[in-house]
């Protein structure tokens, strides 16, 4: 009963006129990074993670809420219109929606992409108000080796989702776990890593590392090519006055082809791949596409601008958002980047992620469930209806003006978060750090989540080891431990081990979103 | 410029980056230390487990095995803008926000190649969008930005 009251106040304080404008404009904002290929949500909420300290917690979390839902639907815009997703997890409504646009039918896509982020995005909104108080008040078992063994569990999902890269996703992960042990440790004042410098006793702050891997790396990737605008045929842009209003709405016969049961199957896919730590909205889409075209009726249709596709697809990558909030709501364990840098905004706010977070604080994060919620159900529509005509513009828009915009929010940001040139110059570090990263295919997500998960990784390992005198055979014989390791080892049997038969699930390698 | 050494991070700067680090962590607790679980316990393991990733991935290369090529480094650009950036963050409290943050558009606007064409256009523009984040973070957020000898 307090759950239920305390979600009625989460939607009511959207009635706010300033929090639901910041929902709003985080909607808008987040429509546009998710529709630019090159952009993503993720670097969206990066780059509003600084002034999170100027905006009261309540608003920061609605507006990462509303960035995320808008950024896993705009994808779909520039895939259908262009044939270039703005962001990976529209990779198959690109296969789908771009052969309908061809001949015509751009806005009958559009329309069948905003409906199934509508469905997939309210109803994982939905499971998550239902799903996330529970998962706290079992996270309330979970011991310390336990809670080892979980992050651990965590982690490896991170690297062996990789798949083919897993070297280089272990590398990565290895290395935000390094940088996470610079400064003062964990249990005891003992400066480490700070090679003499006074400046990294205090360790490294999230934020210089999370603007410098998302803003910074972009910039200088995108400064590679200057010329080539974003890689957009001009032909393609004259087809915009192919959009028009009237048909992005599906018909009957369009849904019942489609079938409520891949908006099901869809929404649930995609929300517990969301659940999952580091698998993200692309594995989401990738997985929910492939299970709708094997138990289509019509196979035939998929590759040539199939509807229930572009369903299966966009109704997973959205129910993926409110999935993705589960573990780190109740662990502290992002479920995918966006939440990664989500959980940033927690910390930078005093809050930690756990159990009490759900209990005693629950007023502070009803809001931001809500918000994800309307953002599907009302603002998803809605933008499709006022903008969808024009989205297609949103490429014209030049590089030369745009990164540099980009560049002074992220440096300036990051300055008016710490006032510190120091933490600058940081920024700028881990985006050279980044970008010699991303061209060598190394998954800069998984830096992040060693970097953030690194700290009660180290902490529970050794509180579990002093609890048993050192022993650690406590890692088995504590049964939540015990649980998490033969779910890792589950999960490495059947994710490396085991051959794929026919089809290979594995997202697109260096997935971001 | 293109940059042939295209894994010059996996091949030569994380083996040094992780040398170093373990050379660290072994200095953090002496051996002989009774202790354990140290401070270094944790850092070594992750030392270990960086060594056997780049094992990993030297044992890929050299079987052909590697399943990705590392795109080719266009450094040229990117050089620019990381030098372009260092000099803003320097100069962005004793040359205030105004000016620093209007020469920094500027130059950015000639990496990519905007400048060049209409320097005038490119001057009113980079002044453009420095009050538009002026506004933004100085007004909306009502931040104190820095000023050049507290005027401007």
């Not at chain 1, 993670?49 to 808008?70: D, G």
């Not at chain 1, 517990?272 to 299970?291: D, Q």
Request: charged share 10%.
């Amino acid at each position: 009963m307090e759950t239920v009251s305390g979600i009625l106040n989460g939607f009511a304080a959207l009635t706010d006129p300033t929090v639901f404008a910041y929902m709003v404009g985080g909607f808008l904002i987040g429509t546009f990074f998710g529709a630019v290929p090159g952009l993503t949500a993720v670097l969206a909420v990066a780059l509003l993670l600084p002034l999170t300290f100027s905006l009261p917690t309540e608003t920061a979390l609605v507006m990462c809420a509303s960035i995320f839902m808008a950024g896993m639907y705009s994808g779909s815009i520039t895939a259908t219109t262009i044939n270039i997703p703005g962001a990976p997890s529209s990779m198959m409504t690109a296969i789908e929606g771009n052969p309908m646009m061809q001949r015509g039918e751009g806005s009958k896509a559009l329309g069948h992409a905003a409906f199934g982020s509508m469905i997939g995005g309210a109803a994982g909104a939905l499971l998550l108000m239902l799903i996330a108080p529970f998962a706290a008040h079992a996270a309330l078992l979970v011991r310390t080796p336990g809670k080892f063994s979980l992050i651990l569990f965590a982690l490896v999902v991170i690297v062996i989702a990789q798949k083919k890269t897993m070297a280089k996703g272990l590398a990565a992960t290895v290395l935000g776990l390094m940088i996470a042990t610079i400064g003062i440790d964990v249990m005891e004042p003992v400066p480490r890593f700070s090679f003499g410098f006074e400046t990294l006793v205090a360790g490294i702050d999230m934020m210089p590392l999370i603007i410098g891997t998302f803003a910074i790396s972009e910039l200088l990737i995108q400064a590679e090519n200057v010329n080539t605008g974003f890689g957009v045929d001009p032909r393609s842009l004259s087809n915009a006055s192919a959009i028009r209003r009237r048909d992005f709405l599906p018909t009957r016969a369009d849904l019942k082809e489609i079938g409520i049961l891949t908006y099901v199957k869809g929404t649930l896919i995609g929300y517990f791949t969301g659940v999952l730590p580091g698998a993200g909205g692309s594995m989401a889409a990738f997985v929910s596409y492939a299970e709708a075209m094997r138990s289509s009726k019509h196979p035939e249709k998929y590759g040539k601008g199939s509807i229930q596709g572009i369903a299966a697809a966009e109704s997973a990558n959205n129910s993926m958002c409110g999935g993705a909030f589960v573990p780190m709501l109740t662990f502290g364990i992002p479920g995918d980047p966006t939440t990664a840098v989500v959980l940033g905004v927690l910390i930078i706010n005093g809050l930690q992620p756990g159990p009490q977070l759900m209990t005693t604080q629950f007023h502070l994060v009803a809001p931001m469930f809500a918000a994800l919620f309307i953002s599907a159900l009302v603002l998803i529509p809605l933008t499709l209806f006022a903008f969808g005509p024009y989205f297609i513009k949103i490429v014209s828009i030049r590089k030369a003006f745009l990164y540099p915009a980009i560049a002074v929010v992220a440096l300036v940001g990051g300055y008016v978060a710490t006032f510190s040139i120091f933490q600058m110059m940081l920024s700028l570090v881990f985006g050279i750090i980044a970008y010699f990263l991303r061209k060598e295919n190394f998954p800069t997500v998984s830096l992040l989540l060693g970097f953030l998960l690194g700290p009660s990784l180290e902490q529970y390992f050794r509180r579990s080891l002093s609890l048993n005198d050192g022993d650690p055979s406590i890692f088995l014989t504590s049964p939540d431990s015990l649980f998490f390791l033969a779910l890792t080892a589950v999960f490495f049997y059947f994710m490396v081990l085991r051959k794929p038969r026919k089809l290979d699930l594995s997202p697109p390698a260096g997935d971001e979103n | 410029m293109n940059f042939s050494l295209a894994s010059i991070f996996e091949r030569v700067v994380l083996p040094i980056v992780t040398v170093i680090y373990f050379i660290e962590a072994l200095r953090l607790n002496p051996w002989g230390s009774e202790e354990r679980i140290s401070v270094s316990f944790f850092p070594i393991v992750l030392s270990i487990v960086m060594f056997f990733a780049i094992a990993c991935m030297y044992w890929q290369r050299k079987r052909g095995t590697s399943p990705d090529t590392p795109a080719a480094l266009q450094i040229s650009n990117p050089l620019k803008i990381a030098g372009l950036t260092a000099l803003y963050i320097l100069l962005f409290k004793p040359a205030g926000y105004v000016i620093s943050t209007t020469f920094y558009i500027y130059g950015l606007f000639f990496v990519f190649q905007y400048a060049q064409e209409r320097p005038y256009k490119g001057i009113v523009y980079a002044v453009v969008i420095m009050t538009i984040f002026y506004l933004f973070f100085g007004v909306g957020f009502n931040v104190r930005l820095p000023k050049l000898m507290g005027i401007i």
